[in-house]
């Protein structure tokens, strides 16, 4: 048996840049991974199997259009596979969720077969695959086919909240004013000094964060929570949303900040982790 995290990913900016003529939009983030996320377990068989347990299990599907699936026949059509999957991730929440699941079915298949196809056509399962199988802090170009390493930040203290409300992604999309925003400013990562790269992050952006709160106003709910929070650095949406982070300087504060969210709304998902590379294979280990 094969075993495998797939981490929740959060773009701590995310600025869309440019729309191709095949709708596709060009994207700028800075993309971090959580010590939270879903688990996976292989297993060789004669059938295909997909078990789905974990308290994110309700709805979601176990047949072919499951990323999981669809990330194991991108790899190999021809393999069968009795997987689990703890499903611990909301869906649709703007960290990753299926893309995660997918990236750890490639990182899992690539332990039991090396090699395989390399990363180049990964995107045409969505975008936040390709980051997602790699797994480490990078900058995310293109359409989420550009993938450039990035110096390892100083680890970011953070609570992750989700009202476990949906967002419409392609509506968030489509409610931008514009598509041909700034990137990134030059990047100041910091090096070791939180404070100097929490700076440079609060002058980024989120693009999707305006227009999400036209279709999810809890969006505003979360961030507002967050930013009234002793020793909250900077809140931010997450991908399309509703996922939000707060940073804080340091996980007690974070800790606390949790705990007082997680009793003001019990029907809230909040978590508290440090934002960095968890045991992350790293760019250059895959082929």
């Known amino acids: ?24 939009h060009l994207l700028d983030s800075l993309v971090v991974f959580a ?19 974990g308290p994110f299990s309700d709805g979601v599907p176990t047949g072919p259009d499951n990323l999981i699936w669809k990330a194991v026949d991108w790899f190999d059509p021809t393999l069968q596979l009795d997987i689990t999957l703890e499903k611990t991730l909301p869906h649709a929440a703007g960290i990753g969720g299926g893309s995660a699941d997918a990236g750890a079915v490639i990182r899992a298949l690539r ?5 395989g196809p ?7 399962l969505g975008a936040d695959v390709p980051v997602c199988t790699l797994g480490v802090t990078s ?6 086919e550009d993938l450039r390493p990035v110096p390892r930040l100083p680890p970011l203290p953070a609570v992750i909240v989700n009202p476990r409300a949906l967002v419409p992604t392609a509506k968030v999309f489509s409610g931008l004013n514009r598509k ?19 700076h440079w992050l609060s002058a980024q952006r989120n693009d ?23 020793g909250c650095a900077l809140s931010r949406m997450s991908g399309s949303g509703a996922t939000c982070f707060g940073l804080f300087p340091e996980i007690d504060a974070a ?3 949790a705990r007082r969210i997680a009793a003001s709304h019990s029907d809230w998902w909040v978590q508290v982790t440090t934002l960095a590379d968890h045991d992350a294979p790293g760019f250059g280990t895959q082929t």
């Open 1 to 24: 048996m094969i075993t495998e995290f797939a981490p929740a990913k959060i773009n701590l900016a995310l600025h869309v840049t440019g729309q191709r003529n095949d709708g596709y």
């Open 255 to 257: 800790k606390n900040a």
């Open 118 to 124: 390399d990363n180049g056509g990964l995107v045409a």
């Open 180 to 198: 041909d925003n700034s990137p990134m400013s030059m990047p100041d990562y910091g090096i070791g000094d939180r404070e100097s790269f929490i």
């Open 111 to 115: 332990q039991w077969r090396p090699g």
């Open 35 to 53: 010590d939270v996320g879903d688990r996976l377990a292989f297993q060789p068989s004669d059938t295909r199997r997909l078990t789905i347990t």
């Open 208 to 230: 999707l964060e305006k227009p999400a709160l036209t279709f999810q106003p809890l969006v505003r709910d979360v961030l507002s929570e967050l930013t009234a929070q002793m």
């Open 139 to 144: 900058r995310m170009g293109g359409i989420g």
